[in-house]
């Protein structure tokens, strides 16, 4: 099924066909449908033929956009449509024999025959902006770096080489890109350059903890963390959360009972909740970590996106707080950069004599190519184009999805899913694997207490805004229906 998100029809077009509802005692997804498979079966609609745009025909029904995003998922099931990327939706070849019988609904039940293509949500990825000219100064930047780029510099170890760029340059570039966070970041000495944010929660937990220490997190936190702190023998405990993020006094109580170490938070754009921290509970939560003399490793990756999240816990108690902003979630993921803003210029040795210890350094082309976008402008139209591209899928979410069953921000890209009664996470995450989607369940994130009804859906992981759309129509499609209806067997 194509949208009017995804590519619009032709005046011409778009009075091709409206589907006669009276007399049809069903759900008004369902007449549309079979008005459709009646129509091709009466001749009245050809093979090739270009429907409506979704929203086109809503208000020529008087109906909500679900519905009709429901009709034509519905009619593409049955095999009636076919969708072309950029071109809209059109009558398949497969059903428009003139003397052909009315159309028959298949059954819901999922076969065994596996999709043909996976669209993998399980990673949360920033949505691929649709900018062509955008691409090519990505490209004019990564030649630039390269040829400023001293060869030495790939023939030594990293920060050993005689190359253009020194260590002092990469921090400065990473402290002008911070300082959009924290402006009165004026050392560039506290900054630590680390390939990629799990290096650099590595690097911190093994200079802040020793196996069997306890670090304190959200109740539902980042897998990679947890995976990290298994690693390395440390124990998780999960502090409470509601709506607004990390409860204070719930964290108060978990450093009483267990005077942990750490405590790693991503207080804006929570994952998986997309929950952002009130400026109140940040100030309280910094005045805890100051009180107990508790290091606060603050998870700042999606801090860039919105343009309204209150100020970093860094900017609050910059004494007790490592900053980590990476690139990969506002800017690429291939380009494994990541930031950390230590307390003081002690902090920042002890942590590059530990990324050292586990990684050795940063390869040299990672970082140029990052220092070239930063100083460029490249990284912050890269950020421009990514959060113009999930407000985008964000409307299309609120369009598609029923009302009050995700959390997000406006200018995030990913959702926090909760289920309707009828149905578990379990259940509905093997219904969506049976339509070529994966998800993530709440387990992967849990730290404390029991695992809600509710999946984490990632609006970039499609290519595409017409693929996203899809997606988004299966969520609503299994949202209206039971476990039964959908043909789910556990």
């Known amino acids: 099924m194509q949208s ?53 025909l809503a208000d020529r029904l008087g109906v909500d956009l679900t519905t009709v995003s429901r009709a034509y998922s519905e009619a593409r099931r049955r095999g009636l449509l076919d969708a072309r990327v950029g071109q809209g939706t059109f009558v398949s070849a497969r059903n428009t024999a003139p003397n052909s019988p009315p159309v028959e609904a298949a059954p819901t039940r999922p076969t065994s025959t596996a999709p043909a ?10 949505p691929l902006p649709d900018a062509p000219d955008l691409l090519d100064r990505v490209r004019r930047g990564l030649a630039q770096a390269m040829l400023r780029l001293d060869p030495q510099a790939l023939l030594r170890y990293p920060e050993t080489g005689a190359g253009f760029r020194s260590a002092e340059e990469d921090r400065a570039a990473g402290a002008g890109w911070l300082a959009k966070r924290l402006p009165n970041l004026d050392d560039p000495g506290r900054i630590v350059v680390c390939p990629g944010t799990q290096s650099a929660l590595l690097a911190l937990l093994c200079m802040l903890t020793r196996p069997g220490d306890i670090v304190c997190t959200e109740a539902l ?25 990390l409860d204070p006094d719930a964290l108060r109580a978990a450093v009483a009972a267990h005077a942990p170490k750490a405590l790693y938070c991503t207080p804006t754009l929570h994952n998986p909740t997309t929950a952002t921290l009130p400026a109140e509970r940040r100030a309280a939560i910094a005045a805890i970590a100051r009180d107990h003399n508790i290091p606060i490793i603050e998870d700042d990756i999606y801090g860039v996106l ?79 184009a990514i959060r113009a591209e999930a407000s985008a899928r964000q409307g299309m979410a609120r369009d598609l999805l029923p009302p009050a069953t995700a959390t997000a921000h406006a200018q995030g890209f990913h959702l926090w899913l909760s289920l309707p009664p009828a149905w578990t996470r379990g259940e509905f995450a093997a219904y969506l694997r049976s339509h070529g989607i994966a998800a993530a369940v ?12 509710a999946l ?10 017409a693929d996203c759309c899809r997606m988004l129509e299966t969520l609503a499609d299994a949202l209206d229906q039971s476990p039964a209806l959908a043909g789910i067997v556990i």
């Open 442 to 453: 709440s387990d992967t994130f849990l730290t404390a207490g029991t695992a809600p009804e």
């Open 306 to 384: 919105p343009q309204d999240a209150p100020p970093p816990i860094a900017a609050l108690a910059p004494d007790v707080t490592f900053h980590v902003v990476g690139l990969a979630k506002c800017v690429a993921p291939g380009l494994r950069i990541t930031y950390v803003a230590a307390p003081d210029s002690r902090q920042a040795m002890r942590l590059a004599a530990a990324q050292r210890a586990t990684i050795l350094g940063t390869p040299p082309v990672p970082a140029a190519i990052a220092t070239q976008w930063i100083t460029d402008g490249t990284a912050d139209a890269l950020l421009t």
């Open 456 to 465: 984490r859906i990632c609006l970039g992981a499609p290519i595409g805004r």
């Open 221 to 245: 936190t980042y897998p990679g963390f947890k995976a990290i702190a298994r690693q390395l023998g440390l124990r998780v405990v999960g502090v409470a959360m509601d709506g607004d993020g």
């Open 4 to 56: 009017e998100y995804a590519g619009q029809a032709d005046p011409a077009d778009t009075a091709i066909w409206q589907p006669d509802l009276t007399n049809r005692a069903k759900p008004v997804y369902l007449a549309i449908a079979d008005a459709l498979a009646d129509d091709i079966a009466a001749g009245r609609l050809a093979a090739g033929q270009r429907l409506p745009p979704q929203r086109l």
């Open 117 to 126: 293509a996976v669209i993998d949500m399980t990673m949360n990825q920033p």
